[in-house]
């Protein structure tokens, strides 16, 4: 069953008042998801470094174990619930779960009592900052590129199983099996960040979509791809590594806004470039054609990436073991303001990895110098 070729009598052109409609509901709800992802994200982590008793991805698997089991449960009621298997798909079962499940949802949120992301600063005045960093730049250009294919296979892998003759059932095993897999990852990603460091995360994250499209574009079997998705799952340990480089790289008051840069990037300007781009491959050359396009441009991506960062952005933000240090001059700290292991430099701040403040840094320049180094003063 080819849907390309059936959309000769049965589709609605551009312009009528049914796509505009889809277009403005998915516009719509498409904003408000992500913006208010972001904020959550932001949320979290001031939460985490306030309580330091968990980390960003064990947080973050509730949300995969919830995808991937109600994408199983959706799809096997929009098999059941369709009364004729060779009519059209009853998709109606699936919003009214939708609107079930967000109600619920709404329901949890008044009993969460700390949303408090700290002062922040006018987003415009935020995000030029943020930009200001060249490190950032580069890493949200990966952050685009890793976007724009996650958005094309999305759409167009899914499509490409429903040519294949994938019923709605096989469509909903795909996506549990795929978020199940994020969350044991999503358990393990801040270790894995902390020896690999976030620029080699994310650098992987180009390999595994790769093998991903290679995987695709080779199945003649919509099963196939079941067992294809299981690299998947490595998104927890991309998404962690992008968000928490955004959290680690901006200020505390330009946490929401660092976060919402992050989600506006990947799902907002990459799923979009991605399928503006991947629609008229997949229209002239077919689904094998796009996903081995796809896995070049991943290898393109993946060096591309490495050779900017490592000339532009390395020296930026120590956040990678390789990164190297621009002064090695001696601290002179008093014994008992010494930062704790695992204190970092942070806006200019000194603080913990739970986000306490232990005090700020500052160089001081003596009248005398001693063996011709400056001494950096601690101060609480």
């Known amino acids: 069953m080819d849907l390309r070729g059936a959309d000769d009598t049965h589709a609605q052109p551009w312009f009528s008042l049914t796509f505009w409609l889809v277009f403005w509901v998915m516009f719509t709800s498409h904003g408000a998801q992500w913006s208010s992802t972001s904020q959550v994200e932001a949320a979290t982590y001031q939460i985490i470094k306030k309580k330091d008793d968990s980390t960003f991805g064990r947080q973050r698997l509730w949300g995969s174990m919830g995808f991937g089991l109600f994408s199983l ?4 009621a929009m098999d059941t619930f369709t009364d004729d298997p060779g009519n059209k798909t009853d998709y109606s079962v699936t919003f009214y779960m939708f609107l079930a499940f967000m109600l619920v ?3 949890f949120l008044f009993f969460l009592d700390d949303w ?7 987003f415009l005045e935020g995000v030029s900052e943020l930009l200001s960093h060249l490190h950032l730049v580069i890493f949200l250009f990966a952050v685009l590129l890793l976007g724009a294919y996650d958005g094309a296979g999305d759409t167009f892998m899914y499509w490409h199983l429903k040519d294949l ?3 709605q059932t096989v469509i909903g095993i795909n996506m549990f099996v795929r978020t199940v897999v994020e969350v044991p990852l999503f358990l393990v990603s801040g270790w894995f960040i902390d020896k690999i460091g976030h620029v080699w995360a994310l650098q992987l994250s180009f390999v595994v979509f790769a093998l991903n499209f290679l995987g695709y574009s080779l199945i003649g079997n919509p099963w196939w791809a079941v067992l294809i998705d299981v690299i998947h799952g490595y998104q927890a340990i991309t998404w962690t590594a992008a968000t928490s480089y955004a959290s ?3 200020r505390d008051d330009l946490q929401a806004v660092a976060q919402g840069i992050v989600s506006a990037t990947f799902y907002g300007l990459g799923y979009g470039v991605g399928n503006l781009v ?6 002239h050359y077919g689904a094998v054609g796009l996903f081995r396009s796809l896995t070049v441009c991943c290898l393109v991506g993946f060096v591309l990436f490495y050779l900017l960062y490592r000339c532009y952005g390395k020296r930026g933000v120590c956040t990678d073991p390789d990164t190297e240090e621009e002064d090695t001059a001696p601290m002179l700290v008093s014994a008992a303001v010494m930062p704790k292991p ?5 806006g200019g701040s000194v603080t913990t990895e739970a986000g306490e403040t232990l005090g700020s ?3 001081v320049r003596p009248q005398s110098k001693q063996d011709g180094n400056e001494i950096r003063q601690f101060s609480p």
Not at 73 to 76: E, F, I, P, T
Not at 116 to 121: D, L, R
Not at 278 to 283: A, K, L, R
Not at 342 to 346: C, I, K, P, Q, T
Request: no cysteine; proline share 6%; charged share 5%.
């Open 73 to 76: 449960l959706s799809a096997v």
């Open 105 to 107: 949802s709404l329901g």
């Open 116 to 122: 408090s992301t700290g002062p922040s600063v006018a």
């Open 165 to 167: 003759g994938a019923s």
């Open 248 to 250: 680690v790289s901006a």
């Open 278 to 283: 991947s629609g008229p491959v997949f229209h």
């Open 342 to 346: 695992g204190a970092f430099l942070h």
């Open 361 to 363: 840094l500052r160089i």
